[in-house]
């Protein structure tokens, strides 16, 4: 055994005995101080008998893993003299000092992990990056559980056999699509659609090999390429093909596109290319590469996530246009019904022309189909050559065989594999090679054993004794957090140098994470997550036949990515957080900007624009995706987005309605026309509901300008009239008109009067409560747990730091990097004081 072995078991054994004794003396103390106190102060509003909050405190005995975070809680809420309640007979100073030491020392004695399982997206990443495949292999597994609505959380990723069995079918398949000494599988299918003059003649070579083109619909242009034209959603024609399956029905297509757009017109939108493969879609592409200047497309996918047809899978590619337009010299196209037409016509739609002119002469963006090229049996050499590695020549022996199992184990677990750890794989690849089975198969298997195994599965904790091992685990703890995938080259190189404790470093690799693309894999998840964002987004028309419900999922789409959009654009600025409730711009593209009502943005790409001035939408908070996700549910929108505020923004989560309660309903005929300020005192008649209802309305009314589909408005009706057909959505207001009133109360009792004053009080009187509750998700997000005690310590230092600058976005994400918590350094911590 080599001596960093030793000292390493040597290392964790010490930790194992000192934290037993501590939780032991901890247990022993809780009779002491925590029991009395409990029951003397708490036990009274949180039993057997009363749960207000839904909190009980007659069934602990101390601290666990399992309610650490109840205890963070009450440690606040005692510290702070919020509980007991004042109306309640108060504590001594030495009986209060004497619970939170308690409570703290607890905390310390049950320590704390960064060792987590990895999510789906990581998991899938994580594969992604050990086979070089573009596989989107989280289709395959289950979904995860979240902390505080994070899927980054361990108490919410257990390991359970079902996710385990599918994972043994994930990473099969995985292996499965690489190989080193077989030849390729299948055949590939190409067309140079530059040289094609003929669709149907092209195809015909294909059709002895199981080929069949359902609908080949397009242009062809010799020496440009195969022109697909424009079609608007809910028009079912597109191009398709169909390509045989291997008799499995298992493997990876893989599709691959060079395109281009073509206006011959001002003004035309771009082009929007959906693929679809299998029943799946895969992809909504804005297409704006130029004929010299191509956009190179691949698509790889598992056919086992795929319908898979007797005549095998079916690839279809449409062009299609997701936003209104008009071209001068042409006529709006009217689609509705002339015995009913909608009151003011059908709105903006598209030109009117003759669609047997050429194309070169109609008013219509085309995609130029100029190549493709259909693998539907693709099994990728490995390693790959872009990885630009010396393995040697690979030949059937066990050098070459060990050779690629350490390369492939290093980067499946993310850190250096010693000889000792390597041992156990070679040998099950020598079992496998002996019993007959190929120089292939027989890696593979061992491939699989590797990806199967706990060290790829899981995160290895910061504070691991083994140096080595937890400067490798800094950099997938890093990487996963900004990238949402396994450390590059320089992180490794940096964990492998024992540099990644260095603040000054730390901050440089925050930076350079956060400058690169792959970012978006941190705002995105981060965004959608804290703020709820997958609810669904209602677009509303005026009348059932406008036209507007084709440009539908775009809109949606944008609308949703203004958000995550914004979001990146603070970080990237490291501008300070009041700029997440009140700024003078947002991100638009193209399809915002007429919904906002703005003049005409080219492109679906966001971009930083300025707002009017009596604009109220700077700020997330003004954003209509977000006002709409909080509509779907029904017409109680001030209850909705009053906790929703409360919870997400001013880090004040109301408690969860009781069961017994009836939920509001505004359309129940008695409630029906009266103003909803009314019925919710009526609501608030009930002390049940008012317990929480009191400080949910005030602050649900400041967003009452906005109506389901997030557009402002100045008039309200008395009660709506919503209408469904075929995915359109009409909703109409009836009866009287009133002005909307916004008026309303923040938690500590300033007023209100508009939208904007709201947003004012907010940034000015909550900005701490605010940026509390973001780093709190910071510290979720990152390290994988709620914050402790001594967490919620470091985080008022970073408050404090950071306070006079107003609490810069990128300079926060550092600060939590370079925390304990994140990198797990819990040596000099003061007894009984914060971190």
């Not at 909190?55 to 975070?69: P, S």
Request: aromatic residues 8%; glycine residues 8%.
């Amino acid at each position: 055994m080599t001596t960093r072995c030793v000292a390493t078991r040597q290392a964790a054994a010490l930790v194992v005995l000192v934290a037993t004794a501590l939780a032991a003396r901890a247990t022993d103390s809780f009779q002491q101080v925590a029991a009395p106190f409990l029951k003397q102060h708490c036990v009274a509003c949180h039993g057997e008998k009363k749960q207000e909050a839904g909190v009980r405190f007659d069934q602990v005995d101390g601290v666990t893993a399992g309610n650490r975070n109840l205890w963070t809680m009450a440690y606040q809420k005692v510290a702070a003299g919020e509980m007991p309640p004042k109306s309640r007979p108060q504590p001594t100073d030495a009986d209060k000092k004497a619970l939170l030491k308690w409570v703290a020392d607890a905390q310390r004695a049950i320590g704390s992990t960064g060792t987590r399982r990895l999510n789906r997206r990581e998991l899938s990443a994580s594969l992604r990056d050990v086979t070089g495949l573009s596989v989107d292999f989280a289709q395959g597994l289950p979904g995860d559980g979240t902390v505080a609505g994070f899927d980054t959380g361990a108490d919410g990723l257990p390991e359970a056999s079902d996710s385990v069995a599918q994972w043994l079918i994930v990473t099969r398949r995985a292996t499965d699509g690489l190989r080193f000494l077989d030849e390729p599988k299948g055949k590939t299918f190409a067309l140079n659609f530059a040289e094609v003059k003929d669709v149907r003649k092209a195809f015909d070579a294909w059709k002895a090999d199981g080929v069949t083109g359902k609908e080949l619909r397009g242009t062809p242009r010799p020496g440009l390429g195969l022109l697909i034209e424009p079609r608007a959603v809910g028009d079912r024609e597109e191009w398709s093909v169909s390509v045989p399956a291997p008799p499995s029905k298992e493997g990876v297509l893989r599709l691959t596109l060079v395109v281009s757009a073509m206006k011959s017109m001002e003004r035309l939108p771009n082009p929007r290319l959906w693929v679809r493969i299998g029943g799946r879609d895969l992809d909504f592409r804005e297409i704006t590469g130029t004929a010299d200047k191509p956009q190179r497309l691949i698509y790889e996918v598992q056919l086992g996530d795929l319908i898979v047809q007797p005549k095998g899978v079916t690839i279809s590619l449409a062009n299609k246009v997701e936003i209104p337009y008009a071209v001068e010299g042409f006529e709006n196209e009217d689609k509705s019904n002339p015995k009913d037409p909608p009151p003011g016509g059908t709105g903006l739609f598209r030109p009117a022309f003759d669609r047997k002119l050429p194309p070169e002469k109609q008013p219509a963006p085309f995609i130029v189909l100029q190549r493709i090229e259909i693998e539907p049996n693709a099994v990728t050499a490995w390693p790959p050559k872009a990885w630009k590695v010396d393995v040697g020549a690979i030949r059937d022996d066990t050098t070459s065989a060990k050779r690629l199992l350490s390369l492939w184990t290093e980067r499946a677990w993310r850190r250096p594999v010693s000889d000792a750890e390597l041992a156990p794989v070679v040998k099950l690849y020598e079992k496998v090679r002996g019993g007959g089975a190929s120089f292939d198969v027989a890696l593979r298997a061992a491939f699989q054993a590797v990806l199967m195994s706990a060290p790829l599965r899981y995160m290895a904790s910061p504070s691991h004794p083994d140096p080595v091992v937890a400067q490798h685990a800094i950099a997938s703890r890093l990487s996963f957090m900004f990238w949402g995938e396994p450390p590059d080259t320089e992180l490794r190189r940096l964990a492998a140098a024992g540099k990644l404790r260095d603040p000054t470093g730390l901050e440089a690799q925050v930076d350079r994470l956060l400058a690169d693309p792959r970012s978006d894999a941190f705002v995105r998840p981060f965004v959608v997550q804290w703020l709820e964002m997958e609810q669904p987004i209602t677009i509303a028309q005026s009348h059932i036949q406008k036209q507007d419900f084709r440009f539908a999922r775009y809109l949606k789409a944008s609308m949703r990515e203004e958000t995550v959009a914004y979001v990146a654009q603070l970080i990237a600025d490291n501008r300070p957080t009041s700029e997440l409730i009140v700024s003078d711009w947002t991100m638009m593209n193209d399809a915002l900007a007429r919904h906002y009502g703005y003049g005409p943005l080219a492109g679906g790409e966001l971009r930083k624009v300025k707002l009017k001035a009596d604009d109220p939408r700077g700020g997330i908070l003004g954003h209509a995706g977000i006002q709409s996700m909080l509509c779907w549910m029904g017409e109680n929108w001030v209850i909705y987005r009053g906790a929703w505020a409360l919870r997400h923004i001013l880090d004040m989560p109301p408690p969860p309605p009781p069961l017994e309660v009836p939920e509001l309903n505004p359309s129940d005929g008695k409630n029906k026309g009266k103003p909803f300020r009314e019925l919710l005192k009526q609501h608030q008649s009930d002390a049940k509901c008012a317990v929480c209802h009191k400080t949910i309305d005030p602050v649900g009314f400041a967003f009452q300008n906005f109506d389901i589909s997030g557009r402002w408005r100045d008039v309200e009706h008395e009660h709506y009239k919503r209408g469904e057909l075929d995915g359109r959505i009409a909703w109409v207001g009836e009866g009287k008109a009133r002005p909307v009133d916004a008026t309303g109360r923040l938690p500590r009792g300033e007023v209100f009067k508009t939208f904007a004053e709201f947003k004012q009080l907010v940034a000015k009187n909550y900005h701490d409560d605010l940026t509390r509750g973001l780093l709190k998700n910071f510290f979720v997000y990152g390290t994988g747990r709620l914050p402790g005690i001594d967490d919620m310590g470091e985080i008022k230092a970073i408050m404090d730091a950071h306070r006079a600058k107003g609490y810069p976005l990128r300079d926060l994400l550092k600060a939590v990097v370079r925390s304990r918590a994140f990198l797990e350094q819990y040596d000099s911590i003061p007894e009984g004081k914060p971190r």
